[in-house]
């Protein structure tokens, strides 16, 4: 919960403070490989044949220098301790860090990205913070996001290649605001890109805000929370990640009292790039 229990439930926004305002409760061979020509030869499955599953780290940024212009973000410990509980029971090591500035965020995740993961099938990396399009921020100010996703590329992470490394981002990625509109209705040795095996799993689309409730949290952390407690030994995870789609962008509206930010929509946005089908279970 968050630490100011007077503060009223309402939605607010993960960004830079908008016009000195925050809103408030607001391959190189010429011919292609038939990938049937082996008939089992293959598996479009990511093993979880490790002794374990892997990884996962939340970063939770809650409080701002005063330099940075960026207010409190009430309501993100709950999205870490959601977080924290859903990646624990599917098996995930879960670390939390809370109030990281930018060079220890490098720090830890480049920590990370030099552990031996060889006997983990995946890594998880959650990422709660204020932010705008391809920006994280780190409590003393913003961070390109690639500079900490980079980290875990193959030609940079040996240990986690051709493994799933999934990332969980709740920031704002611009100040547009949605308002919404009404409807009717077996391996192998091989050679793989360095950008392969990674989701990102994004809050909003490219250039808009992302709402947090700073009661309940954000909607998209707990809408992520809540599908993969229903469907996590169930689904595959892009399956899994539409239904937060859909439970974000049908079930939450914004409650503001600043003008324009009332009634407003969100819809998260997923970018994969896994190879595989990633399942939480065997």
């Known amino acids: 919960m968050s630490a100011n229990t007077h503060e009223p439930d309402v939605d607010t926004t993960d960004a830079r403070q908008h016009d000195g305002k925050q809103p408030a409760g607001s391959s190189s061979g010429s011919s292609p490989m038939g990938v049937d020509s082996k008939p089992g030869s293959r598996s479009f499955r990511y093993s979880l044949g490790f002794p374990s599953i892997g990884h996962c780290i939340v970063i939770n940024n809650k409080n701002f220098d005063r330099s940075t212009g960026m207010n409190q973000r009430n309501g993100t410990d709950v999205d870490a301790a959601n977080v924290c509980k859903v990646f624990k029971n599917l098996g995930y090591a879960v670390k939390v860090y809370n109030d990281q500035t930018t060079s220890q965020m490098v720090g830890i995740l480049n920590a990370a990205s030099k552990e031996d993961h060889s006997t983990s099938a995946s890594f998880v990396c959650v990422l709660l913070s204020h932010g705008d399009e391809g920006v994280f921020f780190g409590t003393d100010g913003p961070l390109q996001l690639q500079t900490l996703t980079s980290m875990f590329r193959g030609n940079r992470c040996r240990s986690l290649v051709g493994k799933p490394k999934l990332f969980f981002i709740q920031a704002c990625r611009g100040t547009d605001l949605d308002p919404g509109v009404e409807t009717d209705s077996a391996d192998e040795t091989t050679k793989i890109p360095v950008e392969a095996d990674f989701l990102y799993a994004f809050s909003t689309a490219p250039g808009y805000y992302s709402w947090r409730n700073t009661m309940s949290g954000s909607w998209f952390i707990q809408s992520l929370c809540d599908m993969i407690t229903r469907y996590g030994k169930e689904l595959e995870l892009l399956h ?43």
């Open 240 to 282: 899994i990640m539409t239904r937060v789609n859909h439970k974000v962008a049908v079930e939450f509206e914004s409650v503001s009292n600043s003008p324009g930010f009332n009634a407003r929509k969100q819809i998260p946005c997923i970018v994969s790039m896994l190879t595989k089908e990633m399942y939480f279970f065997p």
